[in-house]
């Protein structure tokens, strides 16, 4: 697995932004893990499934209808979830909440695993998650894990939610994330860690540019050595 350069790490440390520019950066394909695990939270929400019904839950993530699709010059991503467009919805805090509690349920790793495995191509792939590194593109050649204080994450939350025109809490928004954090990380399936081969970048004070500069000398260094 030459071509696949893995992000994981927490919510609200760039992995979404780094990931895009380095697909773009590369000419890779692109992996969004979190929007299949939120997609799949809707799509249990919507069929009323209660989450400890496992072999449910395992049913419908065997039969998710779910689709990206890009428009030339945006940079956004659009998901369909069975043909309806979900990208709005997918974002928000409580999809959020409720990804993050399925994602611990091991019946769903398993079924969404190869789901996200098929996403490799031999052009590329840059996925970006909480576990690409570890468990599901283990033996990729490229590794990175970001990171940021809860404090800085909350606040970059804060002026996403701002600039949608949304109302948030900031006291509610830090709490939310030192819960995910603690719920991610102490999961018995897949918990959100480190490859130990990953090169770790804290972006608390780091801009877009100084990360991706990071991000793409490993990668240069990395294809150097091997070339």
């Not at 997609?39 to 400890?52: H, P, Q, S, T, Y």
């Not at 409580?94 to 994602?103: L, P």
């Not at 480190?194 to 240069?220: F, G, H, M, N, Y």
Request: proline letters at 1%.
């Amino acid at each position: 697995m030459n071509n696949i350069l893995t992000i994981d790490g927490p919510s609200g440390v760039g992995k979404g932004t780094i990931a895009r520019v380095m697909a773009q950066k590369l000419g890779w394909d692109l992996l969004d893990s979190g929007a299949i695990y939120r997609a799949f939270a809707l799509a249990v929400d919507a069929k009323g499934v209660d989450i400890d019904d496992e072999k449910a839950l395992e049913k419908i993530a065997h039969t998710l209808d779910l689709a990206f699709k890009t428009e030339v010059g945006s940079e956004l991503v659009s998901v369909f979830l069975e043909g309806k467009d979900i990208s709005k919805t997918l974002r928000t805090e409580q999809t959020g909440e409720m990804a993050s509690k399925i994602a611990a349920i091991g019946v769903v790793r398993s079924a969404l695993l190869k789901r996200q495995q098929d996403f490799a191509q031999a052009s590329g792939l840059v996925a970006d998650g909480r576990d690409m590194g570890t468990v599901v593109f283990a033996e990729a050649a490229f590794k990175v894990f970001l990171t940021a204080s809860a404090q800085e994450r909350a606040e970059r939350r804060l002026k996403q939610l701002q600039a949608q025109d949304t109302v948030g809490i900031m006291s509610q928004i830090l709490a939310d994330v030192v819960a995910r954090d603690e719920r991610d990380s102490s999961r018995k399936n897949s918990p959100l860690k480190p490859a130990e081969d990953a090169l770790i970048i804290d972006t608390t004070e780091l801009s877009i540019d100084e990360v991706v500069a990071q991000v793409s000398a490993l990668v240069t260094k990395s294809q150097s050595l091997s070339g």
